[in-house]
């Protein structure tokens, strides 16, 4: 990254004075470079829908790489059935649902109170929550656990839903305070004379011109407790409240040879994303440009 | 005087939420983690534990068995593979990109794809691609003319291969993730900044070299950052793939965390690693920021220059 230290030197030449077009040979050698990453990339993901349809026999030598012979959908049946896939879909979407509501609530109150309302601390108040960006959750995992513990609350869904609300709250108010900043004060102001107070300026002018930034927060949020393993791993042992990332482990374990229905499981838990990805992959990308960025 | 009142009630009602959660689950128990780390924990009763002073923290950097260097260089390798081998990667791939190549969205797709794959699938995924007995690896290197390359004891058995092994799935997922950000500087650079240096004669090279590199730098060092300090925080493909096996070869901070935690029940001992944690990832951000902050100057004087030809 350091490796740029010399001073352009650059002479002021009348005779040069013409634009410089693209190489030719240089722009093959850019689609080269860029189909062969692509490739790359999708090459596993590819691999992983063939061996979900795929035999043990044509896993194991017959027909490695190629399309299924013959598709398999049984793997997927065996897949839903034998563990609790549907069960732990479902947790996962109770979990991160639930989670992602309550940081979103609470973000949009507190940047309204941190940007529109004018107090001292305010900025001192953000930066405390800004903290939480670069702490590492696991940090805060044994006295949770030995609290939850104690309280007789591992093993509840509210034992994730918390703690994920938690850490999705720092990236939420940072994306929520780059969307109302956009906002002009003026609003506000017309509110006021027009008689809202606080409350109702709130109600009716700020959460009306916030949709965008909801989108954006609850994107970058369901990816984060969608896909957290950490927590789930340590503080859900009961089989009827795992979530995926758990359920997938424990799945694992079970059909450690047969490797049909395994590659019917993470199909399964890849598939919602995948299927909003198709839809929404613009919003998505800057969601998480603007969660980057904006920090 | 109302008016006050009423302002102040409501600061304080609409922070309340955040702060009850913030300070519940992140701030109160860091601390208590602080205060933890002192005590000789072996239960979750936290009644009747022993206070032993910097025990844990002497018995951490000493003790063989506990192995907390080899797990602080192994995470220290994974950030400076990242660094540099997959930022300069995506860094490569968001310059080519932004070239205005055709297909420049599907291509942006693709790359990002990965990221949204969750982590336990991506590690269950790699574990079949290195499987020693069926793997992909092994047969496309079969293909290529690669026969019985791979070590003893398998990809990720043996113990001078895991930590690569370990490495490339990170790489594979998060390359598309730097890529967009950096991607999204490099279509922010003014089309007339880059028309005015081709006018003066830049190449594509020195357009790239000269002008993007240095406007994206506050880009880069975000994605610094994340690399550096998401290395020290690596746990999920860890522990999916390897657990930190084998004989420690990828243990990192994190799964040295949890194994104490759960198989040991050292209570104390995993809150001295979790507060550790938090230091160095502090003191790396602020590092990193601070490594920045000089170069800033350059990256402006540089553009300026650029700007002035």
Redesign the interface.
């Known amino acids: 990254?350091?490796k740029?230290?010399a001073?352009?030197q650059?002479k002021?030449?009348l005779d040069?004075?013409?634009?410089?077009k693209?190489?030719k040979v240089?722009r093959v050698f850019?689609?080269i470079?860029?189909i062969v990453?692509?490739l790359?990339?999708?090459f596993?993901?590819y691999?992983?829908f063939t061996?979900s349809l795929k035999s043990n026999d044509e896993?194991?030598?017959m027909n490695?790489?190629g399309l299924p012979k013959h598709w398999l959908w049984s793997n997927y049946t065996r897949a839903l059935t034998t563990g609790n896939m549907p069960l732990y879909f479902l947790n996962s979407i109770i979990v991160t649902v639930a989670a992602i509501a309550?940081?979103l609530?609470?973000?949009m109150?507190?940047t309204?109170?941190?940007t529109r309302?004018v107090?001292k601390g305010r900025n001192l108040?953000n930066s405390f929550?800004m903290l939480?960006l670069?702490?590492?959750?696991?940090?805060?995992?044994?006295?949770?656990?030995?609290?939850l513990?104690?309280l007789h609350m591992v093993n509840s869904y509210l034992s994730l839903i918390?703690?994920y609300?938690?850490?999705s709250?720092?990236m939420a108010?940072l994306i929520c305070t780059g969307f109302m900043n956009d906002i002009p004060h003026e609003l506000d102001e017309a509110a006021c004379i027009d008689g809202c107070?606080?409350?109702k300026t709130?109600f009716y002018v700020i959460i009306p011109l916030m949709k965008p930034a909801l989108s954006t927060i609850t994107i970058y949020s369901f990816?984060q407790c969608?896909?957290e393993?950490?927590f789930a791993?340590?503080f859900i042992s009961k089989d009827s409240l795992k979530t995926?990332?758990v359920g997938?482990?424990a799945l694992?374990g079970q059909h450690t040879t047969d490797?049909g229905p395994?590659?019917a499981a993470?199909v399964i838990?890849?598939f919602p994303?995948?299927i909003a990805?198709v839809f929404l992959?613009?919003k998505?990308?800057e969601s998480?440009?603007a969660g980057?960025?904006k920090? | 005087m109302k008016g006050k009142l009423?302002?102040?009630f409501?600061?304080v009602l609409?922070?309340l939420?955040?702060?009850v959660?913030?300070v519940?689950?992140?701030v109160?128990?860091?601390i208590?983690?602080g205060y933890?780390s002192f005590f000789d924990l072996r239960s979750?009763s936290?009644e009747g534990m022993e206070f032993c002073g910097v025990e844990n923290y002497k018995e951490l950097f000493t003790s063989g068995s506990i192995s907390f260097w080899k797990a602080l260089g192994n995470s220290m390798i994974l950030a400076a593979l990242s660094?540099f081998i997959q930022?300069?990667?995506s860094l490569?791939?968001a310059l080519?990109?932004g070239?205005g190549?055709k297909g420049e969205?599907i291509?942006?797709?693709?790359?990002?794809?990965?990221?949204?794959?969750?982590?336990?699938?991506i590690g269950?995924?790699?574990?079949?691609?290195y499987n020693p007995?069926?793997g992909?690896l092994n047969?496309?290197l079969a293909n290529l003319g690669f026969k019985d390359v791979m070590p003893a004891g398998g990809w990720l058995g043996n113990k001078s291969s895991a930590l690569w092994c370990v490495f490339i799935p990170t790489l594979?997922q998060y390359?598309?993730?730097h890529m967009?950000?950096m991607y999204?500087?490099v279509r922010s650079v003014s089309p007339e900044l880059r028309?005015a240096a081709?006018?003066?004669?830049?190449?594509?090279s020195?357009v790239d070299?000269?002008i993007v590199?240095p406007t994206i730098k506050p880009?880069?060092k975000?994605s610094?950052i994340?690399a550096v300090?998401g290395s020290?925080?690596s746990?999920?493909l860890i522990?999916?793939l390897t657990n930190g096996g084998p004989f420690h070869a990828t243990e990192v901070p994190?799964t040295l965390?949890?194994n104490m935690?759960?198989l040991r029940n050292r209570?104390g001992m995993?809150?001295t690693i979790?507060?550790l944690?938090?230091v160095l990832?502090?003191f790396f951000?602020i590092l990193i920021s601070i490594a920045f902050k000089e170069?800033d100057i350059?990256g402006k004087n540089?553009s300026e220059?650029?700007d002035e030809?």
């Open positions: 990254m350091a740029t230290e001073k352009p650059m002021y030449d040069k004075y013409q634009v410089k693209t190489n240089a850019i689609y470079g860029l990453w692509a790359i990339d999708l596993p993901i691999w992983m061996f896993v194991y030598g490695v790489m309550i940081s609530v609470a973000a109150m507190a309204y109170a941190m309302i107090w108040m929550f939480g670069t702490i590492p959750i696991h940090a805060s995992i044994v006295p949770i656990f030995i609290t513990s104690k918390l703690p609300a938690a850490f709250l720092p108010i107070g606080l409350w709130f990816l969608w896909n393993l950490m791993n340590v995926l990332p997938i482990q694992s490797w395994i590659g993470l838990a890849t994303t995948l990805y992959s613009k998505i990308q998480f440009i980057a960025v920090g | 009423y302002k102040r409501t600061v609409f922070l939420p955040a702060i959660l913030f519940s689950v992140l109160a128990p860091i208590m983690s933890y979750i936290t660094v930022l300069p990667l490569g791939l080519m990109l070239k190549i969205r291509f942006l797709s693709i790359y990002f794809l990965p990221v949204l794959i969750s982590t336990v699938v269950q995924l790699w574990l079949k691609i007995d069926y992909i047969s496309v594979w390359v598309g993730y967009l950000l999204a500087g028309e081709k006018l003066d004669g830049a190449t594509d020195q070299r000269y590199i880009i880069i975000v610094v994340f300090t020290l925080k746990f999920d522990y999916v994190s965390m949890i935690l759960f209570y995993g809150s979790a507060i944690l938090i990832s502090f951000a170069r350059y540089r220059a650029a030809v």
